[in-house]
Structures are given as C-alpha cells and as structure tokens.
C-alpha cells in the first residue's frame, strides 16, 4: 500500500488492472446470464403478462371448467335436470361477465390515476 502522495508499486498498479478487469468481465457475464434467461423464460412461458391480463385468463379457465362440469353433471342427472342446468350455466357466464367488467372497470380508473 502506498502513502499518499508516493508512486504506487508495480504489482499494486498491476492487481489494480486486474481487479477492474476481472469485474468489468464479471458485470458483463451477468448481464448477459440475465438477458438469456429472460429469452428462454418468454421462449417457454410466453410473454409476460400484466395483472388485469393474468386475472381474465384464469376467470376465462374457471369459466371454461364449470361448464364442462355443468355438462357432465346434466348427462348424468337425465332429462329432468338439464333446465337447471342451462340456468345454472347462464348464471356462470353472467357472473363471469360482471367479474371481467369489474376488473376492465378497476384497471382503466387506475390508468386514469396514473
């Protein structure tokens, strides 16, 4: 280690080179470590998705599930259930429509906020 004001060693100087060398590498390394894994993470899972979109996609599959299982439900009950069924598959999208407007709603007063 050098006093202030005194020239610093060779292998001091050297180490120095060194040590900003190694960590430019490192930084660099890392970047690109990040920027690959981003590729191949929207290469398999698709791009990434906002709130608003993720909630609709879910409500849309839950949708799309209690009506496959109204429809099973109605074939094993017979002819009797089926009217309560149809009603029960309307309420489903109805409820399913309010839901999706209430999020469209939230999520356009919030842009409005910002």
């Known amino acids: 280690m050098a006093i202030y004001g005194t020239p610093t060693a060779a292998y ?3 180490t ?3 040590a900003d060398a190694y960590s430019s590498a490192t930084s660099m390394i890392a970047e690109n ?5 981003s590729k191949a993470s929207s290469a398999i899972y698709g791009p990434e998705q906002g709130a608003v979109e993720s909630a609709q996609a879910r409500l849309s599959k839950a949708v799309a599930s209690a009506k496959a299982r109204l429809a099973e439900f109605a074939g094993a009950a017979g002819e009797g259930a ?3 069924v149809s009603r029960a598959s309307a309420g489903v999208d109805d409820f399913a ?3 999706s407007s209430a999020i ?3 999520s356009s007063h919030l842009k409005d906020e910002l």
């Open 12 to 14: 001091e100087s050297a």
């Open 16 to 18: 120095n080179v060194a």
């Open 33 to 37: 470590v990040a920027a690959a894994s």
């Open 82 to 84: 089926s009217d309560t």
């Open 97 to 99: 429509s309010s839901v």
């Open 104 to 106: 469209s709603s939230a």
